[in-house]
């Protein structure tokens, strides 16, 4: 479990079955797939109504999809990476009915994005279904020049687009899914304190 | 009343100065010789003539020079202005705020003159003359916030009111003491205040937001907030921080009462009439060291204030590097008198 002391960063409650809903959406990453094997295992009726979407990430070679696919859900979608997933899922959104309730579980940068997307399609992203599983590494946008940097683990890091040495703030915004970075040596060019394994 | 307006800049060469009388009007902040956060919020009731308080929108000698800024900071980043896409109504009632508080307040620089929805709007400062139709985008130049607050001083938010919170879903934050719109945008009240250090285990942003949800149309609040900044800068975006920063490291003993100012933020809250939405205004004055002592209570209590101040605040405002030669400076303006209550200027 992720401490939240951050105000900003949203609560990651864990996977539960909405027993209400017409239809389950769900989307797994790495070691998520575990989160949603302990939500759906046994739960047949769900499973007959239930797409599942999943990317190996960094559990590749686990087996982890091998176990996903044995619970024969209605719709199965293993994917090679993050971005190919996230593209199915936004056509799977476009065609989506009322009362489809999504689930989330994997590492925080992929929450954020599955939740950005769910909320583009006018989804209330307090009521997508979320875990956090796996390593605590962030996504971090550069407040300088906006890019991404994925799967940042350590602060101060190096911006992967501009160059810029940034520190992890505590600030999280729902809307990009994303941690802000900001200069580490803005003031005093060249004096960047040593990088701290903070997120793994 | 005619304002002479100054020719300015807030970068580069930064000539930006306030005039005897500006320095008098100025929005001191602190009404005791210590400080912490509070929940600071009175009703906007017209003050003092000539006070910053007068009018519910104030514009001074620095508004055309201001305006210049914000166009400057706009053209390198078109993100500093943003509204998704449900707030145009409150985009049209902050406009009509806007408008007609500066026609009716400053008349001589200000006229807008309304025939139903066929609205014309004179600004003799910035040279602008603008027949348009209320409520139909294509008949200005650029959206209505971002048209309107062109013209006006002060950052805007457009807050949206639902589910028992407030979201900042649309702004133009041209000269915000280190934060980000872009980042910020689609927050709540309590998440884009994440940040700030003691005030949520004060209880101040749930007393705070519990008052704002109730605020009512007609009965705008305010409160004032401060912060400091080195070199008159406007923009102290975190976007540029990495150009900004290093003035920190700039300040000597012999710079200091010329490169320090005082950056007080006059914030007011109006609730819009047709959105429901709520619009939060961020009017920042600057003063320099050396102007601000030559209010004998000011140069006082800045300096008991600032001695004081708690080292998460001093950190959090970003003063930490020349908290120490600005103290030793408003030390000698301190000869230990007492100072009268209030936040006005003792009468001479
Ligand atoms: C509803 C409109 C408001 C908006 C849009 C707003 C926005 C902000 C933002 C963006 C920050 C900077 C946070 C950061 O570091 O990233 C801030 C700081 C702060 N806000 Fe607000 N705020 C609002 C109302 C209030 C109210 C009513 C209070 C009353 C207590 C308040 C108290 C504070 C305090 C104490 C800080 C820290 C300021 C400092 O130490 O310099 N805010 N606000």
């Not at chain 1, 065609?95 to 989330?104: H, L, N, Q």
């Not at chain 2, 020079?65 to 706009?74: F, K, P, T, Y």
């Not at chain 2, 900044?229 to 012999?254: C, F, I, M, Q």
Request: charged share 25%; net charge negative; proline share 7%.
């Amino acid at each position: 479990m992720l401490a939240a002391t951050i105000k900003s960063r949203p609560i990651y409650e864990g996977l539960r079955l909405d027993g209400r809903a017409k239809r389950h959406l769900v989307a797994a990453e790495g070691e998520g797939a575990l989160a949603v094997l302990d939500m759906l295992a046994g739960e047949d009726a769900a499973l007959a109504r239930a797409t599942l979407l999943y990317a190996p990430g960094g559990s590749a070679g686990q087996e982890h999809g091998a176990k996903l696919a044995a619970l024969r859900p209605d719709g199965f979608h293993p994917l090679p990476t993050q971005p190919t997933l996230l593209n199915r899922l936004e056509v799977i959104l476009q065609t989506a009915t009322m009362g489809t309730r999504i689930y989330v579980a994997g590492t925080e940068g992929f929450i954020g994005k599955v939740v950005a997307l769910a909320q583009a399609h006018g989804v209330d992203p307090q009521s997508v279904r979320t875990e956090h599983r796996g390593s605590l590494a962030r996504r971090v946008q550069c407040v300088h020049c906006k890019g991404m940097t994925e799967n940042v683990t350590a602060s101060p890091f190096v911006c992967s687009h501009c160059g810029l040495n940034l520190f992890v703030r505590d600030h999280y915004s729902r809307r990009l899914g994303a941690f802000q970075g900001v200069c580490v040596d803005a003031e005093v060019p060249g004096e960047i304190p040593p990088a701290e394994e903070l997120f793994r | 009343m005619t304002i002479q307006f100054k020719q300015e800049t807030f970068r580069d060469d930064f000539t930006f100065s306030n005039s005897p009388e500006a320095i008098r009007r100025f929005p001191f902040p602190f009404d005791k010789d210590e400080y912490m956060y509070a929940v600071n919020i009175e009703q906007h009731m017209p003050g003092p003539v000539k006070s910053p308080f007068e009018f519910p929108i104030d514009i001074d000698e620095h508004y055309v020079s201001e305006m210049r800024d914000r166009a400057l900071v706009l053209k390198e980043d078109p993100l500093r202005c943003q509204s998704l896409p449900h707030m145009i109504t409150a985009e049209w009632d902050l406009l009509e705020l806007l408008m007609e508080s500066m026609a009716k307040n400053y008349p001589e620089h200000f006229t807008l003159t309304r025939d139903g929805d066929r609205w014309h709007w004179i600004n003799r400062p910035l040279g602008i003359d603008q027949a348009f139709t209320f409520g139909d985008v294509s008949t200005l130049p650029q959206p209505p916030m971002e048209y309107v607050t062109r013209q006006c001083q002060g950052d805007f938010a457009l807050l949206d009111q639902r589910l028992d919170n407030l979201w900042m879903d649309a702004g133009m934050i041209t000269t915000q003491a280190d934060w980000s719109l872009d980042f910020d945008i689609g927050m709540n009240f309590m998440e884009w205040h994440a940040p700030v250090p003691l005030a949520h285990d004060m209880g101040i942003f749930e007393r705070a937001l519990k008052f704002l949800l109730n605020l009512q149309q007609g009965r705008p609040v305010r409160r004032l907030n401060w912060t400091m900044t080195v070199n008159p800068r406007l923009d102290t975006s975190p976007e540029n921080y990495h150009k900004w920063g290093a003035d920190r490291t700039t300040v000597t003993p012999e710079n200091v009462g010329d490169k320090v100012h005082l950056r007080v933020e006059l914030q007011a809250l109006w609730r819009l009439p047709r959105s429901n939405a709520i619009v939060f205004s961020i009017r920042a004055y600057m003063i320099k060291m050396n102007e601000l002592v030559t209010i004998p209570k000011w140069g006082r209590r800045l300096h008991r204030v600032l001695r004081d101040l708690k080292p998460e605040l001093a950190d959090y405002k970003g003063l930490t590097r020349y908290r120490a030669d600005t103290v030793a400076y408003l030390a000698k303006h301190d000869d230990g008198a007492p100072t009268s209550p209030g936040f006005f200027p003792d009468p001479e």
